[in-house]
C-alpha cells in the first residue's frame, strides 16, 4: 500500500461524526495521512407561517462553512493529529452524490464516518448515510458506532463465506490494520446446514486466505446458523474482546437486511465494535 493514504470524513457536525473522526485519526496514527472533511448541503426552501417564501441555501450555507471551521480546529488540536494535514470542503447536493464525486476527483482510498440512526437512537447500528456509504461506495469503508472508542485493535473478526475469490486486493487495507496493530485476526465462517458451496471450494478458499494473511497472527473459528446474520451477531456477542468487524458485501439485499433487523437486535452486539467493509474490486 502506497506510503500516504487519503481518507474523507463526512460529517455533519454532531457528535457520533466527531467520535468517528477521531477515532479514525487514532487507528492511524503515526500513518500520515490524509484526512478530507466533507459537509454536504441540500439546497431548500421553505415557507413561513406568513406565508413568505424564505431561502435557505444562505443561512444552511454559513452553517456549514462554520461548522467545518470548528471541526478542523477540534481535529487539529487533537495529540493524534499530529503528521497529518486536514482539509474541508462543503459541497451542495445529496449526501451520496456528494460522497461519490469527491472521492473520483481527490483519489480518495477510505471512507470513516459515524453511525446514527435515522429516528435519532444513537445506537441504532447503522444511520442511512453511513447504510448508503456501504452499500453504494466502491472503497473500504469504516463505520464507527457513536460508543465506540478507541482502545487500541487487539482483535479483529472477519467474517467469509469462504466463497472463492479471484483477486484478494481488496482485503489491502484488513491486512495492514492487522499487522500495523499486531492484532489476532479470525476468520468468521457461518456454518449451515446446507450451502451453495462445497466443502472443496470453502477449504479452498480458506487455505487461500490463510496464505493471504500469513504474516499475520490468524486463526478460523466457526459459527454454527442457518441464518449468517443470525450467526455472526451470536459469536460477537460471545466473544466482546473484539474491536472491529470486517465484511464483503456481496449482495446487497445481505446487507439490507442486516440494517432491517431490530434496533434491540442490533445494539446487542454492534454498540461498540466498528465495522469495515471491504468491497471487491
Known amino acids: 500500500m502506497k506510503g500516504s493514504i487519503t481518507i474523507l470524513l463526512p460529517t455533519d457536525f454532531s457528535e457520533s461524526a466527531r467520535n468517528a473522526m477521531r477515532y479514525g485519526l487514532q487507528l492511524y496514527k503515526g500513518r500520515g495521512c490524509n484526512f478530507i472533511m466533507l459537509n454536504?448541503?441540500?439546497p431548500t426552501t421553505s415557507s413561513s407561517s406568513a406565508g413568505m417564501i424564505m431561502n435557505m441555501?444562505?443561512?444552511?450555507?454559513k452553517d456549514s462553512l462554520e461548522g467545518l471551521k470548528k471541526d478542523k480546529e477540534w481535529i487539529e488540536a487533537l495529540p493524534e493529529a499530529e503528521g497529518c494535514s486536514v482539509e474541508t470542503v462543503q459541497m451542495f447536493g445529496e449526501f451520496l452524490g456528494c460522497v461519490n464525486h469527491i472521492i473520483k476527483d481527490r483519489s480518495i482510498d477510505m471512507v470513516i464516518m459515524g453511525t446514527t440512526g435515522a429516528s435519532g437512537l444513537k445506537e441504532f447500528f447503522v444511520g442511512s448515510n453511513a447504510a448508503s456509504v456501504i452499500l453504494d461506495v466502491n472503497l473500504p469503508t469504516l463505520t464507527v458506532p457513536f460508543n465506540a472508542k478507541f482502545e487500541g485493535i487487539s482483535k479483529i473478526v472477519f467474517a467469509t463465506d469462504f466463497n472463492l475469490f479471484k483477486s484478494l486486493d481488496h482485503l489491502q487495507f484488513l491486512k495492514e490494520i492487522a499487522i500495523r496493530r499486531e492484532a489476532q485476526l479470525t476468520l468468521l465462517h457461518v456454518t449451515k446446514s446446507s450451502s451453495k458451496i462445497s466443502e472443496e471450494n470453502k477449504a479452498k478458499s480458506r487455505d487461500h486466505l490463510l496464505k493471504y494473511f500469513e504474516d499475520c497472527s490468524v486463526n478460523v473459528e466457526y459459527s454454527k446458523n442457518d441464518d449468517?446474520?443470525?450467526g455472526i451477531q451470536a459469536y460477537m456477542r460471545k466473544n466482546t474482546d473484539a474491536d472491529i468487524l470486517a465484511m464483503v458485501p456481496r449482495k446487497k439485499n445481505f446487507f439490507e437486511k442486516i440494517f432491517s433487523k431490530s434496533v434491540a437486535k442490533k445494539v446487542a452486539y454492534?454498540?461498540?465494535?466498528?465495522?469495515?467493509t471491504l468491497q471487491q474490486h
Open 40 to 42: 454536504s448541503v441540500e
Open 57 to 61: 441555501s444562505e443561512i444552511l450555507t
Open 228 to 230: 449468517t446474520v443470525e
Open 270 to 276: 454492534h454498540s461498540r465494535v466498528p465495522m469495515l
